[in-house]
């Protein structure tokens, strides 16, 4: 059985759900939890921007074309989705990052992402 980090946000409080509709999560639970096994640290829960999705296409990451071989039905704008850390951060480089629920967003995402660039992208209530 593969063992989960602890359940904490880049807040430092219980780390909450990030999206069941669409199903996202290293462990399609709908929350951004991590493990060692998670190598592309799925842990930062982005609300999709077109521009992201786009910007994700264009660098080889096509999340918004239906997979259904996979079960897939692709994302749009609006979603809530556990992203690779490092993913996130070369899009907030490129100018282009989606908005950020820091409440779903796990505290290993600190590892690669500082946190005033999280804020930053912050998803308002």
């Given at each position: 059985?593969?063992?989960?980090?602890?359940?904490?946000?880049?807040?430092?409080?219980?780390?909450?759900?990030?999206?069941?509709?669409?199903?996202?999560?290293?462990?399609?639970?709908?929350?951004?939890?991590?493990?060692?096994?998670?190598?592309?640290?799925?842990?930062?829960?982005?609300?999709?921007?077109?521009?992201?999705?786009?910007?994700?296409?264009?660098?080889?990451?096509?999340?918004?074309?239906?997979?259904?071989?996979?079960?897939f039905a692709g994302l749009k704008a609006g979603d809530g989705w556990c992203l690779c850390a490092s993913r996130f951060l070369q899009a907030a480089e490129e100018g282009c990052a989606p908005k950020v629920n820091l409440a779903a967003t796990h505290q290993r995402a600190l590892e690669i992402v500082p946190l005033d660039i999280l804020e930053l992208h912050q998803a308002h209530k």
């Open positions: 059985m593969i063992e989960k980090d602890p359940s904490l946000n880049v807040l430092g409080d219980p780390l909450q759900i990030c999206s069941t509709d669409p199903m996202t999560g290293y462990f399609r639970d709908g929350a951004c939890d991590t493990c060692a096994a998670d190598n592309g640290s799925h842990t930062v829960c982005a609300v999709l921007t077109a521009e992201f999705l786009a910007f994700s296409k264009y660098v080889g990451n096509d999340l918004s074309t239906p997979r259904p071989e996979y079960g």
